[in-house]
T-cell receptor, first 113, second 109 residues
């Protein structure tokens, strides 16, 4: 029973490179989320998907795109990485948009040089 | 109106003392209030939650209280131990889900 699985766990990118962070959940949750967490800071919502087939911007969407591939998978793409995107990225899922059963993945530590 | 205000941002207590973290909100539609603990380098994990029809919930050394009239809820940790040192986040759910800004708790042995 894996819960929320994120890949990769660590990544170093050069400025301007692109990459996709993968997230999958096996809890039959409807809603999924991407957050970033900078050192000493709280969680900032990048994008979320309230249900399969929908995506919406969160607090800090600029520089990112997302795809809700199916009910299980929600990916985050950086088209042209910038040093300001150096952060720890967490994927999360919940049973519904109200947040019941909110569960986080283990995080991806991304460094852009 | 959507944000959750969380105080204090940092808290240091002596081992064995109690720690209290408070969150306030303004959306009266909020009906679910979870608390998360994030240890250094790890993911946030749910430690306790409370729904709007309950005023208090306790789980061993951790308790959460809710005052819907005043729109605030609090996390209480008694007999603190060094392993309680972490960042704690409150959250509320109404029409959407919102996190507080976090409290860094340090328990001094």
């Amino acid at each position: 029973n894996a819960g929320v699985t994120q890949t990769p766990k660590f990544q170093v990118l050069k400025t301007g490179q692109s990459m996709t962070l993968q997230c999958a959940q096996d809890m039959n949750h409807n809603s999924m989320y991407w957050y970033r967490q900078d050192p000493g800071m709280g969680l900032r919502l990048i994008y979320y998907s309230a249900s399969e087939g929908t995506t919406d911007k969160g607090e800090v969407p600029n520089g990112y795109n997302v795809s809700r591939l199916n009910k299980r998978e929600f990916s985050l793409r950086l088209e042209s990485a910038a040093p300001s995107q150096t952060s720890v990225y967490f994927c999360a899922s919940s049973l519904d948009p109200l947040g019941y059963g909110y569960t986080f993945g283990s995080g991806t530590r991304l460094t852009v040089v | 109106g959507e944000n959750v205000e969380q105080h204090p941002s940092t808290l240091s207590v002596q081992e064995g003392d109690s720690a209290v973290i408070k969150c306030t909100y303004s959306d009266s539609a909020s009906n679910y209030f979870p608390w998360y603990k994030q240890e250094l380098g790890k993911r946030p994990q749910l430690i306790i939650d409370i729904r709007s029809n309950v005023g208090e919930k306790k789980d061993q050394r951790i308790a959460v209280t809710l005052n819907k009239t005043a729109k605030h809820f609090s996390l209480h940790i008694t007999e603190t131990q060094p392993e309680d040192s972490a960042v704690y986040f409150c959250a509320r759910a109404g029409n959407q889900f919102y996190f507080g800004t976090g409290t860094s708790l340090t328990v001094i042995p």
